[in-house]
């Protein structure tokens, strides 16, 4: 009999589900892609119905489910802080105590009344299933782990060993001291939306200049040389208040708080850019002492501030590890990953995974898929006009559109597990258009035009084109282009200031070569996607270049498009010149008026 573990994260932001068949991983989801409520918090129940149907299961037959937390542990958090800035923090106390006292405090029961499961429920800790999503799926049957992010019951940092089956913490790092909420503060302070706008504040760092550095470490952050900080909580809010920061943090940063989807200026550019240099002295710090404290050859990373791919690309070249790994999904979402792994081997004392070189996550692609057949019935339903084509006949008819010049929408095959899109749920483009960049992001994406977008590189060409010679399938390195790919600016262009800079082309790809002449890497491997590679490589034999434009298949606001329907409202509302549904391709100049009350039946739900 095969075991089955079903892992959950939610309550917080990016509820997940995932499902393990003897070790492996099966099925894994978001729940935002279901309910298309952005980064939803609620109980998993489409992406849990989604995986056991994708198993062809029943709640019945699951060994055992796992939570991602403690919530017990995260309750005393919130008592013991509230205790000790009496009177301070009751508005903030108040709001959250009625969820804790109805839901969370019986989440055993919760998920058992939710799932209908009367098996075993289990909690590992929070940082245990971050640490457990980083080692067990890596290719490494040995390593260090290092996990950061805001907070979970009250680590917010963590490192130790995985060997075999089993993991260790060997020491934490204590909230409110915390990597994650610092970078979640300035993200408030600089008018970007918090647990979502840290991908902005990252993409606008190389805009500015490190001219407040100096300032945060002597005012916000006691940063100690084995990594270790403490935080100087006069200028933060988050742990009695309903912000981020408090009036105090105005006269570090010359004037209050940027207001939301206001002008930016070089202010927030500035500092962006000095909160991405803090952030990276800090992880290089960090590696260095659980490099020093588990002479480890290898380092796995999870936790949200694992997604700083910058972060991750310094990191990689200061070369203090032989290799790094870092878990696709390594926010709250691959929480529910960690912890069915955490509990399959640690509970069920269940054995390592053979291990062959390459990491077990195979390109992350554990998501939704939707048959031909599935896809012909929706165009039938809505009398979508489309061409049938063969898999040959498509990667050719597409990489031709590309081309010239065109945008496609590609959905195609099982969607992905985590924040990034590659090469399931895509909208790709030619990265040889300098105006790539712009219409995407304006005309498609509907979001700031300073944000840069990224390349996907056949894998066995990626040295060729970027200073990276490892793989990276998850978009999780950043890494420059290679010089003699780059254009020398003129002495004029070097003057620029700002999102001034954002016009010139650097290089013979600058729809996906930032300012710095940086790129966020997807590298694409035949085994792990074999469509989407095959369509890159006919691009390649067409154009001599092996590089595309990929970014996420939905606009600014919205999740990943999880469906058919989805897929063709976003192709429909937006300037997508071209829609790939399976072997259909759909031309926008031979569909219907759009009409966007259309509905579509919900496909997954719990029996």
Not at 27 to 45: G, L, S, V
Not at 296 to 303: F, R
């Amino acid at each position: 009999m095969s075991k089955y573990i079903l892992g959950i994260s939610a309550y917080y932001h990016d509820s997940a589900a995932c499902l393990l068949k003897d070790g492996e991983i099966f099925a894994a989801a978001q729940e935002e892609r279901f309910t298309r409520i952005k980064h939803d918090h609620n109980f998993p129940k489409n992406a849990v119905a989604f995986c056991l149907q994708y198993a062809g299961i029943k709640v019945n037959q699951l060994d055992a489910v796992a939570f991602y937390d403690k919530p017990i542990i995260k309750f005393n958090r919130l008592l013991e802080t509230y205790l000790s800035y009496p009177g301070r923090g009751l508005k903030s106390f108040l709001m959250a105590m009625p969820l804790w006292l109805k839901e969370k405090l019986w989440m055993q029961d919760g998920i058992a009344k939710e799932l209908k499961y009367e098996g075993k429920i289990l909690f590992p800790e929070h940082h245990e299933s971050h640490a457990a999503s980083a080692f067990y799926p890596s290719p490494f049957n040995q390593a260090a782990f290092l996990t950061i992010d805001g907070v979970g019951e009250w680590a917010t940092s963590s490192y130790g060993v995985g060997s075999g089956n089993k993991i260790q913490i060997l020491s934490e790092l204590h909230y409110p001291h915390s990597l994650g909420l610092l970078y979640s503060a300035l993200t408030y302070f600089t008018g970007f939306k918090v647990n979502s706008g840290e991908y902005k504040v990252m993409g606008l760092a190389p805009y500015g200049e490190p001219k407040y550095v100096k300032t945060i470490f002597e005012n916000l952050v006691d940063l100690k040389e084995d990594g270790s900080f403490q935080m100087n909580m006069e200028y933060f809010n988050y742990n009695t208040g309903l912000t981020m920061t408090n009036s105090k943090m105005d006269s570090l940063f010359d004037g209050p708080a940027r207001k939301p989807e206001s002008l930016l200026t070089q202010r927030e550019m500035d500092i962006a850019r000095s909160l991405q240099d803090v952030t990276e002295e800090i992880m290089i710090r960090m590696a260095r002492h659980v490099k020093k404290a588990t002479n480890e050859k290898y380092l796995c990373l999870a936790g949200g501030v694992a997604l700083n791919c910058v972060g991750n690309g310094k990191l990689l070249r200061e070369n203090i590890f032989d290799d790094i790994w870092i878990q696709p999904a390594a926010g709250d979402a691959g929480g529910a990953l960690g912890a069915a792994f955490a509990v399959y081997h640690h509970y069920f004392d269940q054995p390592l995974q053979q291990k062959s070189g390459r990491d077990l996550q195979k390109g992350s692609y554990y998501g939704t898929e939707y048959s031909d057949e599935e896809v012909k019935e929706f165009l039938s339903i809505y009398k979508i006009p489309a061409h049938k084509v063969t898999s040959e006949e498509l990667v050719t008819q597409i990489s031709n559109l590309i081309d010239d010049g065109k945008i496609i929408g590609w959905f195609e095959g099982r969607m992905e597990f985590g924040p990034r899109a590659l090469g399931a749920r895509s909208i790709i483009g030619d990265a040889r258009n300098s105006e790539m960049q712009k219409k995407m992001n304006l005309k498609i994406k509907y979001r700031e035009s300073f944000r840069p977008f990224a390349p996907t590189v056949l894998a066995e060409k990626v040295s060729e084109w970027f200073e990276l010679d490892s793989e990276s399938p998850y978009m999780l390195i950043v890494a420059d282009v290679k010089k003699e790919k780059q254009r020398e600016m003129t002495d004029e262009e070097k003057q620029l200031w700002g999102i001034e800079k954002l016009n010139i082309v650097r290089s013979e790809i600058p729809a996906v070569t930032h300012v710095d002449y940086s790129a966020r890497v997807q590298t694409v491997h035949k085994d792990d996607n074999p469509l989407y590679h095959r369509l890159i490589e006919k691009f390649y034999e067409k154009t001599g270049c092996p590089v595309i434009v990929n970014t996420s298949f939905n606009v600014r606001g919205e999740p990943i498009v999880e469906s058919p329907l989805d897929a063709y409202k976003c192709f429909m509302r937006t300037e997508i010149d071209v829609l790939t549904l399976g072997n259909y391709i759909l031309y926008k100049e031979e569909q219907p008026e759009f009409h966007d009350s259309i509905d579509w039946k919900q496909k997954y739900e719990l029996d």
